[in-house]
């Protein structure tokens, strides 16, 4: 019997069943739902089985869909093993991550792709560079980090850019706020409102950078902490309006503390990216760790979008 299966082909079927459903499968593979789709048929035309029901959620696999999971559980964790033994062996073993953060919200998702990545690259020394970093890629040029978590790409600075994921930043507001029933919130909304932020300076807030800027509008106040639990306090005692990610407010909106609400009516946008040294973009630890960041960001905060 000669068989038609590739790594792609297990890595696609891990993908669907760690992402759940064939659209958020194809963002983390980075391939259209056609494309996945496609594969998926082939597979299932050289067996002759379905490999997982539709129209369930999340999907459910088939005795044969659980069997070729079962291949890719022991296949491609020794494949990735044996590709980076191959990149030590020519790159050497030792190496350091210092790791430099423009925004406050950054350790949500950081901390557990960093957990991730110790296990594949137990010599390579991960570090955080401490305290907030207002020009975290100028600390590249220093040689005090060898990467950046940063919002923008700058086209004169001599780094390279690798894209991580965009997300949605949403406004949160008192229960009995005077916008409670609104929809969205415009730009006018925050005129009249102090505006409770980490203490960054403005040209760092994407609410003001692409939405008050813009329209020509500036907010009543501003009010700062660095603690989130603090900021969302003030909110609830309607002290003024904050703006996070999502995922940095998802608890206290479930408990029902807080009222989030969409900023214009298509939402609000924010984008990561890695910024790294060219000299640096070559490494392969340095490249895992960016598709660690990706995989592990996308499968803990549901609401992202891989770049």
Not at 43 to 49: D, F, K, P, R, T
Not at 76 to 99: F, N
Not at 158 to 163: D, E, I, L, Q, R
Not at 180 to 197: G, K, N, V
């Amino acid at each position: 019997m000669i068989s038609i299966l590739e790594i792609r082909h297990l890595k696609t079927l891990q993908a669907l069943r760690e992402a759940g459903n064939l659209l958020r499968a194809a963002s983390l593979l980075n391939l259209t739902q056609s494309a996945l789709s496609h594969q998926i048929k082939l597979l299932e035309e050289h067996y002759g089985s379905p490999l997982f029901e539709r129209k369930t959620t999340p999907i459910r696999f088939t005795a044969a869909g659980e069997r070729l999971l079962q291949l890719a559980n022991t296949v491609l964790p020794q494949v990735a093993a044996a590709e980076r033994d191959l990149a030590r062996q020519a790159q050497g073993v030792a190496g350091q991550l210092r790791i430099a953060v423009e925004c406050h919200t950054c350790f949500d998702w950081l901390m557990p792709a960093m957990d991730v990545f110790r296990t594949r690259w137990p010599e390579v020394e991960l570090d955080i560079v401490s305290g907030f970093q207002a020009d975290p890629v100028g600390l590249l040029y220093e040689h005090r980090a060898d990467i950046a978590i940063v919002s923008e790409t700058d086209i004169s600075e001599k780094v390279n850019y690798h894209p991580l994921f965009r997300f949605e930043i949403i406004a949160l507001i008192a229960k009995d706020h005077a916008l409670a029933e609104r929809d969205y919130l415009l730009a006018q909304d925050f005129a009249s409102d102090t505006l409770i932020t980490y203490p960054v300076p403005d040209e760092m807030l994407d609410i003001v950078r692409q939405v008050l800027l813009p329209a020509g509008v500036n907010s009543a106040g501003r009010r700062t902490t660095e603690l989130t639990v603090a900021m969302m306090q003030l909110v609830a005692s309607k002290r003024g309006i904050a703006t996070l990610p999502m995922w940095a407010a998802q608890n206290y909106v479930n408990r029902d503390y807080v009222l989030a609400k969409r900023i214009t009516k298509s939402g609000l946008i924010g984008s990561l990216y890695a910024a790294a040294l060219p000299e640096m973009s070559d490494k392969s630890y340095l490249k895992d760790f960016v598709a660690t960041i990706r995989e592990t960001s996308f499968l803990k905060l549901p609401s992202i979008e891989l770049l």
